[in-house]
């Protein structure tokens, strides 16, 4: 988890933002909130930690998205407008320039659903899997960086 590393000090700024943010009356808004500040700070625990890439799937969330998603919610209440180019600070996420929030919370939770569905295939680990799973991880984490880099940058 090498490439989390670079991240991690802007990360506390990103945690402590989302914090405050989450004081909303909104239900879903708070609790996509929440569940992305709980999974950034998976990403935080599990790098300082080393723990295994198994643990910290099983630890991811998106049943906040899932709900949120079954109500109909709009997630530009989260953000809206389309990403540009001024808050990307990771080259990899150059690519998602003119994205909007939905679009891209949808990205985090097929992300998170595929890896989990990779776990199940394969006797509930990811150890002995073809696919690049510190490749798949740390896209992931970087994908939720960015929304909550956009978020804050209303």
Do not use: C
């Not at 998976?42 to 998205?65: S, T």
């Not at 809206?80 to 001024?86: K, N």
Request: no cysteine; aromatic share 10%.
């Amino acid at each position: 988890m090498e490439w989390f590393n670079s991240s991690i000090a802007p990360l506390k700024d990103l945690l402590a933002f989302l914090y405050k943010k989450s004081k909303t009356n909104d239900v879903h808004k708070k609790q996509v909130i929440i569940e992305l500040r709980d999974n950034l700070n998976v990403f935080k625990n599990g790098f300082i930690n080393q723990a295994p890439y198994d643990q910290m799937i099983d630890l991811l969330q998106n049943e906040a998205i899932q709900a949120a998603i079954e109500e109909n919610f709009s997630f530009k209440k989260l953000r809206s407008g389309t990403i540009s180019p001024g808050i990307i600070y990771e080259e990899r996420n150059k690519k998602y320039s003119g994205w909007t929030t939905e679009k891209l919370v949808d990205k985090i939770d097929e992300k998170i659903v595929e890896l989990r569905n990779i776990k199940k295939m394969n006797r509930d680990s990811v150890r002995e899997v073809k696919n690049n799973i510190p490749l798949m991880m740390s896209n992931l984490y970087f994908r939720m960086k960015l929304l909550a880099d956009f978020i804050k940058s209303e």
